[in-house]
């Protein structure tokens, strides 16, 4: 599994756009980028993944850069709800194992 | 609700006994993971299993062992327990066991207090 790296912790504004970053420089080829959160103690939910192409869906947009080693989770018009630790996850192969780090705890405030 | 359903959601018990976690993954789903959250970790990463078979092996302990059964629902076995292995137990399921198809649903966890 490709390592990833995440700043341990951001603040965002209420309404304005997350830019949660992400470090994958040992990707390979065929690993997806993953992102979940955790709100408190609940169980993570799956936000979002890509392979190469930047990905939209109704909660965040996926932007990958092009040689594939980094790649920024854009929440766009964050919430108060949308405080919780964000995890990026490099996986996805044959017998991955879907590993998570530390993730960054990204704290809106109104 | 992700359609991962844990039971039971709460568990209090005492060190050296048993346990079985069970796991009913969404439908059509035929892959099942489990992982261990304790209060001062991440998420661990513990096994993997696709349509029955074990797919990928994480830090599980010895004392601690699952399995996926023809329905695809999964139990995690833990014994011998230790006040250490007081933490949250998620499942998640998806699809496959690789690419897009390892968009993972979690349950919301069995909290296991060991006393």
């Known amino acids: 599994d490709a390592k990833t790296t995440q700043p341990p912790s951001m603040d965002c504004a209420e309404g304005r756009a997350a830019n949660l970053p992400c470090n994958h420089s040992?990707?390979?080829?065929?690993?997806?980028v993953y992102w979940y959160r955790q709100i408190h103690s609940q169980g993570p939910q799956y936000i979002i993944h890509?392979?190469?192409n930047n990905e939209t869906n109704e909660m965040a947009s996926l932007i990958i850069t092009e040689d594939r080693k980094s790649s920024t989770l854009i929440l766009p018009h964050a919430t108060l709800r949308d405080t919780a630790v964000y995890y990026c996850?490099?996986?996805?192969?044959?017998?991955?194992?879907?590993?998570f780090g530390a993730g960054t705890i990204l704290r809106v405030k109104s | 609700d992700s359609g991962v359903t844990q039971t039971p959601k709460h568990l209090i018990t005492a060190t050296g006994q048993r346990v079985t976690l069970r796991c009913s993954p969404r439908?059509?789903?035929?892959?099942v993971y489990w992982y261990q959250q304790s209060l001062d970790q991440g998420l661990q990463f513990l096994i993997q299993?696709?349509?029955?078979?074990?797919?990928a092996k994480g830090n599980i302990l010895e004392r601690f062992s699952a399995q996926q059964f023809p329905d695809l629902h999964s139990e995690l076995n833990l014994s011998s327990l230790e006040l250490g292995d007081s933490a949250l137990y998620f499942c998640?399921?998806?699809?496959?066991?690789?690419?897009?198809?390892?968009?993972?649903?979690f349950g919301q966890g069995t909290r296991l207090t060991v006393v």
């Open positions: 040992t990707i390979s080829g065929n690993e997806y």
């Open positions: 996850i490099a996986g996805g192969e044959y017998g991955n194992k879907l590993v």
């Open positions: 439908s059509g789903d035929l892959s």
């Open positions: 299993y696709y349509n029955g078979e074990e797919r």
């Open positions: 998640a399921s998806s699809v496959g066991d690789r690419g897009r198809d390892v968009e993972a649903f």
């Open positions: 890509g392979l190469k």
